[in-house]
Structures are given as C-alpha cells and as structure tokens.
C-alpha cells in the first residue's frame, strides 16, 4: 500500500486547488482520488468572485491566470448591455451589477469571472501532474493507524480510470453487467475532504464521534428548477423581452415590494436570459421535500407554473414557463451544512481534541486527528449569494499553507501540531462562513444599498494574502 503524505479525497475545483497549492509548496507525494467514472461534462457555470480570485492567486499564480483567460468576462449574445440587473414584478429595475472583470477590479481590487464547473475543474487539472489525480476511486471507510490514515476505495477493475467523471449511483442493467468492484486501500499523512456536501468522510467522522445528527446534509428548503422555452408567441416573447430582460443579458425577478421583516427568501425568484430565439430560466422555490417526489419534465413545469400564480407572478412569465420544453426541465435541491448551530462558537483546546473530549463542545469540528474537511464537505450551502466556490477557494488556500508549514517544520507526525494547525484553519474559517451563510440564508436579496456594500467591502475587500500568511 501506498503511503502518501497528503490524499485529496474529491477531485472538483476545490479539492484541486488544495493540491495545487500543496505542489507549488514543494509537496509532491501527493495523490487526489475522485469517484467519477466517465469523462463528461457536468456542472453548471459559477461566478468567480474578488475573495475566491484573490484566494486562487495566493494558491498559485499560473493557475490565476488560466483561470483567468478561461472565464468569460463578457456576456455572450447581442446585448450591449453589460449587467445583470433585478427587476420587480412591473419590472422596474432597482438594482444591477457590472458583469465586467474591470469594473469590480476597481473596487475591490480584483475582479469577477464567470466560467463554468467543467472548464474550471479542467483548467485546475491542467496545473497537476496527470498521474497526481485518479479517477474510479470511490471512499467508503477510513482507519486510523498509528501513523497515518487507511482510505479504502472502491474500484471498477473493468474500466480504464477517467479522471472528472461521475460515478453513477443507479446503474443500468447494462452498466451492471460491466462492473467488477474490488477495494483498493491508500494510506496517507494527512486526509483532506473535499469531496462536497454529500460527503462520505464527513459521515464516517461524525458517526465516530458521536455527531451523527450533522452527518448528512439537512435540506434548505430550497429547490432550483431549470428550463427552456421555444415555442412561445410572439406576443410573450416580446412582453418578456421588453417588460423584464430589456436588453440585459441576464435579469433575476421578484417582488421586491415587501415588508422588510417578513422572510424575503420565501418568495420565488427567477433568472432569465435569452439566447437563439430560446427563454432560458432558473427558478428558486421554497417548497417541503415531499412535493418534490415527482421528477417528470411536465410535472415540474405544472408545478413551477402553480407557484408562480400563488406569487402573483406576471401571466406573461407564466405563460412562457408552462410552454417550456418538458424535456428540457430539471430540478436541483439545495442542502446545507450549517456552519454555526449555536449563538456563539466555541472551539476546543487542543488537549480536549487529543482526549476527544469534545462533550461541552456545540459545534462538530471540521476535522478529527489527521483527517480535515473543506469546502462544501464542511460548510456547503445554496448558491443565493454566490460564495459556494469561492468560499471553497479560501479554504483550499488556508489549509494548503498550514499544511506546507507542518511539512516545512517536518510534523507529520507531531498529532499536536497536526491538531493547532486544523484548529486555526477552523478559527480562521468557521466565523466567515457563519457571516456568509447568514448573508445567504436570510434575505439577502433585500439588503438596502448601503448594508449590501458593507458585506461586499467585507467579503470581497480583505487582503486574503495577508490573513492567511499571519497564521504561520
């Protein structure tokens, strides 16, 4: 068995971005494992913010700059216009936001790139070593040993491993036929979860300390339902078109005439662009989980229509999603994993992680001896406020330099210093998180001028090169 001085379980944009940034480091004996099993593109697009192009830059400058000439800076399309407005239900716009890197580069300092989940995971892959990420490795059990952690992987011997595929939880007849699952174990100095919010090492960490009801990801009560429209008359389109993308490439809608104190994330909000003659959208709904069970493309589109008539929705919006394209509909449903469950966070010492004391402790810890969870796998959220990615990135940054430190000072094997290392990671992320997902969570949407550009200062602002360099 190979013994690795770090393993990267989950090979997205995150986990990724770790290993860059373990490698730039001179750390080398390095491997990231992924359960993808065939190569296909997969994800939708995201924005790269100030906060998560300023981590991406601390991480490793080369692959800043690929990321950078790879994102899209501009809309595609016709529109002259270079924003992404939010309109009301008369539309009437009463916000915006540049779409240019240049624009935000002059207020925070960096600026924005949209690029998609593929092509962002594909450009991170392109800074690695090809033998440094493997694909077909499915995590089901960790050990730990007296000096190192035992992955166990599960494999399909009959296929060649394809790195960026997804391992597909049910299989055809014909795909069964096809598999051969043997274990494969790994051992590693150090284990970093990356492996989102489903993630399998959080479940086995949890259940081991007794965590169990933080294991798995609780549902938001949100759910993102995603379609296209073609065949719609041209009274619609031009309603649509004039009334509310008004030469935008992309517009979000929703009624924004509302008390302040009500809960102005229960109202539905759709995004919307058009491209070729074709309405695309993404609409957020909350709705329980159970009236969610049926997945046909008819079936979401009548379900869409009826929440967007109970919200008084325009009938011309309504009218161009029940014309959607049943085959085109899909639904996603956002879960999270709270990053405080507690008016306050307390950390542990030290000592009372080596002792796995941890009963007066209210918060489960991101980490557990030598093994340490980021991005989604410890703090995954919906994409409201667009920091799912980005928040990713800081970690990614954040841990690669404490981990090249412990490697500097050669304490592999000090469990003290392992533990202080994962502690200020945990003391340095947790509280962020905890401002972002509340940011998120809570109306967002509906922040007044003024409170939306104290958040931005504070999110997009801080010099990340400075505060991650002060922990070592």
Same mark, same amino acid.
């Given at each position: 068995?190979?013994?690795?001085?770090?393993?990267?379980?989950?090979?997205?944009?995150?986990?990724?971005?770790?290993?860059?940034?373990?490698?730039?480091?001179?750390?080398?004996?390095?491997?990231?494992?992924?359960?993808?099993?065939?190569?296909?593109?997969?994800?939708?697009?995201?924005?790269?913010?100030?906060?998560?192009?300023?981590?991406?830059?601390?991480?490793?400058?080369?692959?800043?700059?690929?990321?950078?000439?790879?994102?899209?800076?501009?809309?595609?399309?016709?529109?002259?216009?270079?924003? !992404?407005?939010?309109?009301?239900?008369?539309?009437?716009?009463?916000?915006?936001?540049?779409?240019?890197?240049?624009? !935000?580069?002059?207020?925070?300092?960096?600026?924005?790139?949209?690029?998609?989940?593929?092509?962002?995971?594909?450009?991170?892959?392109?800074?690695?070593?090809?033998?440094?990420?493997?694909?077909?490795?499915?995590?089901?059990?960790?050990?730990?040993?007296?000096?190192?952690?035992?992955?166990?992987?599960?494999?399909?011997?009959?296929?060649?491993?394809?790195?960026?595929?997804? !391992?597909?939880?049910?299989?055809?007849?014909?795909?069964?036929?096809?598999?051969?699952?043997?274990?494969?174990?790994?051992?590693?100095?150090?284990?970093?979860?990356?492996?989102?919010?489903?993630?399998?090492?959080?479940?086995?960490?949890?259940?081991?300390?007794?965590?169990?009801?933080?294991?798995?990801?609780?549902?938001?009560?949100?759910?993102?339902?995603?379609?296209?429209?073609?065949?719609? /008359?041209?009274?619609?389109?031009?309603?649509?078109?004039?009334?509310?993308?008004?030469?935008?490439?992309?517009?979000?809608?929703?009624?924004?005439?509302?008390?302040?104190?009500?809960?102005?994330?229960?109202?539905?909000?759709?995004?919307?662009?058009?491209?070729?003659?074709?309405?695309?959208?993404?609409?957020?709904?909350?709705?329980?989980?159970?009236?969610?069970?049926?997945?046909?493309?008819?079936?979401?589109?009548?379900?869409?229509?009826?929440?967007?008539?109970?919200?008084?929705?325009?009938?011309?919006?309504?009218?161009?999603? /029940?014309?959607?394209?049943?085959?085109?509909?899909?639904?996603?449903?956002?879960?999270?994993?709270?990053?405080?469950?507690?008016?306050?966070?307390?950390?542990? /010492?030290?000592?009372?992680?080596?002792?796995?004391?941890?009963?007066?402790?209210?918060?489960?810890?991101?980490?557990?001896?030598?093994?340490?969870?980021?991005?989604?796998?410890?703090?995954?959220?919906?994409?409201?406020?667009?920091?799912?990615?980005?928040?990713?990135?800081?970690?990614?940054?954040?841990?690669?330099?404490?981990?090249?430190?412990?490697?500097?000072?050669?304490? !592999?094997?000090?469990?003290?210093?392992?533990?202080? /290392?994962?502690?200020?990671?945990?003391?340095?992320?947790?509280?962020?998180?905890?401002?972002?997902?509340?940011?998120?969570?809570?109306?967002?949407?509906?922040?007044?001028?003024?409170?939306?550009?104290?958040?931005?200062?504070?999110?997009?602002?801080?010099?990340?090169?400075?505060?991650?360099?002060?922990?070592?």
């Amino acid at each position: 068995m190979n013994i690795y001085d770090v393993v990267i379980v989950g090979a997205g944009p995150v986990g990724l971005a770790t290993a860059i940034g373990l490698y730039k480091r001179g750390i080398t004996n390095i491997l990231v494992v992924d359960r993808t099993r065939a190569f296909r593109r997969v994800g939708q697009g995201l924005d790269l913010l100030p906060n998560g192009l300023k981590a991406l830059k601390y991480i490793d400058f080369d692959s800043y700059e690929a990321v950078k000439q790879f994102g899209i800076s501009q809309p595609n399309g016709n529109s002259k216009k270079r924003e !992404w407005a939010v309109r009301n239900l008369k539309g009437e716009e009463f916000r915006s936001s540049s779409l240019q890197y240049d624009d !935000w580069f002059k207020i925070y300092g960096e600026g924005k790139k949209t690029i998609s989940w593929y092509d962002l995971q594909t450009t991170l892959r392109n800074q690695l070593p090809s033998d440094l990420v493997v694909a077909n490795r499915r995590c089901v059990n960790l050990v730990e040993e007296s000096d190192y952690v035992r992955i166990d992987c599960l494999c399909n011997a009959k296929i060649e491993a394809n790195p960026y595929a997804y !391992w597909h939880e049910n299989n055809t007849e014909d795909e069964d036929k096809d598999i051969e699952v043997i274990t494969q174990s790994i051992g590693a100095k150090l284990v970093v979860a990356a492996d989102g919010i489903n993630s399998t090492i959080r479940q086995i960490l949890y259940k081991e300390d007794n965590c169990s009801a933080f294991a798995q990801p609780e549902y938001s009560g949100y759910v993102a339902i995603s379609g296209s429209a073609t065949e719609i /008359s041209e009274d619609i389109a031009e309603d649509v078109e004039t009334t509310f993308l008004q030469g935008n490439p992309i517009v979000t809608i929703f009624n924004n005439e509302i008390d302040r104190d009500s809960d102005a994330q229960d109202r539905p909000r759709i995004m919307m662009f058009s491209r070729d003659l074709t309405f695309n959208y993404l609409i957020h709904l909350p709705l329980p989980k159970q009236q969610l069970n049926e997945n046909s493309g008819q079936a979401l589109i009548n379900l869409t229509v009826e929440q967007l008539e109970k919200a008084d929705f325009p009938v011309s919006i309504q009218q161009l999603v /029940s014309k959607s394209n049943a085959d085109s509909m899909a639904k996603r449903l956002y879960y999270l994993h709270r990053a405080t469950i507690s008016d306050s966070i307390s950390f542990p /010492s030290t000592a009372e992680i080596n002792n796995n004391n941890n009963t007066e402790q209210k918060e489960p810890i991101w980490n557990k001896g030598r093994v340490v969870l980021v991005g989604d796998a410890a703090h995954g959220m919906p994409p409201f406020a667009a920091q799912g990615a980005n928040q990713g990135l800081e970690d990614a940054a954040t841990i690669s330099t404490l981990i090249a430190n412990l490697a500097a000072n050669n304490n !592999w094997d000090n469990t003290e210093a392992i533990s202080e /290392s994962f502690l200020k990671y945990e003391k340095l992320r947790r509280p962020m998180m905890v401002k972002i997902q509340e940011a998120t969570l809570k109306p967002f949407a509906f922040l007044s001028g003024e409170e939306r550009e104290k958040y931005n200062r504070e999110v997009y602002s801080r010099n990340l090169e400075k505060i991650i360099s002060s922990l070592v």
